[in-house]
């Protein structure tokens, strides 16, 4: 395919192998809500846990269409480590090697090596899309600053060492942009006795860690601040743009293992005298699931190629790629589900798990709605920007 290359093919391979043999013997443990923290290590000393940092700070410098295809190949094994490996490798890793500086990248590269766990931590209770409107606060006392907050849906939040975390360090906005916008700054705290975690029962993506974070009065010296003070927003939009092409190729790992077991399945099971894949309405079925499967594919593909060519038209695409992906994707795994009868909604099968994990996908890293709101912005010439 024009858009990839033989290198690209070659890192699919060996993540490929790595998902086959190690991340699909933990896809149901995890789903029973257990934490897979050696296989992260595994992943970080196989350099695919933080696909995109480079060699200096732990990873193997990897461009994004080499890192979509490892979340691809991991979330096709399991949906739940996908996307835990996407929020450390690129929400967290991906933006601390874009802003950080000083010790902060001592912490990168344990995070990049898998010696250690890192977080995205922006959402709290009162607000995930209206992200602007956040409360946890940093305030100057005693020539430092002191961070308290509560954050919410943290991945990985469970078990991380490392939290970048989202503070107000000025006025607060009426939210939804404007002055909210510009008193965010951007910390990068490491656990210790102020931080508290409690975890959240999720529907699917079980096992990620993920967590309720409480930041009880915790310091920070100017040098755990990321990215400049009251510069948060934009080490944020950085983080959740390029996190919608990654979160995209989540969605699309866990579509590809849908219509993979519906086309087994299809062929092995048999309905009035005939295997269900010689019926045409199944036939129809798949060959839909397969067209959508593939759009999904080329979106998230070619908006990786537009952020490795450092096109300002990435923006548009990374929230389309991310529109499209997110109901495709649940849409897939629905048509899969309902390909395999009663089987596809027992605990037994591959796809009730796949449909469990994909709905987040239509939520996570900006609903469908928000990535609506900022198309429909772009659309009619509304000021983004993508500083790359
Ligand atoms: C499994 C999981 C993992 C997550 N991991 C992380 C993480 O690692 N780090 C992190 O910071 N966050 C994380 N999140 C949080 C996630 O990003 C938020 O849940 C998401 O942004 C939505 O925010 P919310 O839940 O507060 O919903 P709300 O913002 O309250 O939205 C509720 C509904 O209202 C809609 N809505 C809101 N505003 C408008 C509007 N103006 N017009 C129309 N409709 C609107 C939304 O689209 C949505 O359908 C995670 C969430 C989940 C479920």
Known sequence: MGLMSEEHELVRRAAREFAESRVEAVAKSMDMDQYPRDLIREAGRQGILAPTVPPEHGGPGYDLRAGVVVLEELSRASGSFGLLVEALGVLFAHTLNRFGAGDQMKALEEVARGDAVGAFALSEPCCGSDAAALETRAERRGGEWRVSGHKMWITNGQHADYFLVFARTGAEGAGGG???????????????????????????????????????????????????????????????????????????????????????????????????????????????????????????????????????????????????????????????????????????????????????????????????????????????????
């Open 178 to 388: 404007g002055e909210g916008r510009r008193t965010v700054t951007a910390f990068l705290l490491r656990r210790g006795k102020c931080i508290e975690t409690s975890p959240i029962d999720l529907m699917g993506v079980r096992g990620i860690g993920d967590a309720e974070v409480f930041l009880n009065d915790c310091a920070a010296g100017d040098e755990d601040v990321v990215g400049g003070v009251n510069s948060g927003w934009s080490v944020m939009n950085y983080a959740l743009y390029v996190g919608r092409t990654a979160v995209s190729a989540v969605a699309l790992g866990l579509a590809a293992r849908a219509v993979e077991e519906s086309v087994r399945w299809a062929r092995e099971r048999r309905a009035f005298g005939r295997a269900l894949i010689d019926h045409q309405a199944a036939q129809f079925k798949l060959a839909s699931m397969y067209q959508r499967l593939e759009t999904m594919r080329t979106l998230v593909y070619y908006s990786a190629y537009l952020y490795d060519s450092r096109d300002p038209y990435f923006l548009v695409m990374t929230h389309a790629a991310k529109l499209y992906s997110g109901p495709t994707a649940v849409e897939i795994a629905r048509d899969a589900v309902q390909m395999h009868g009663g089987y596809g909604y027992s605990r037994e099968s591959a796809v009730e798990r796949i449909y469990r994990d994909v709905k987040v996908m239509e939520i996570g890293e900006g609903t469908n709605e928000v990535q609506q709101m900022v198309l429909f912005k772009l659309l009619t010439g509304g000021r983004l920007r993508f500083e790359f």
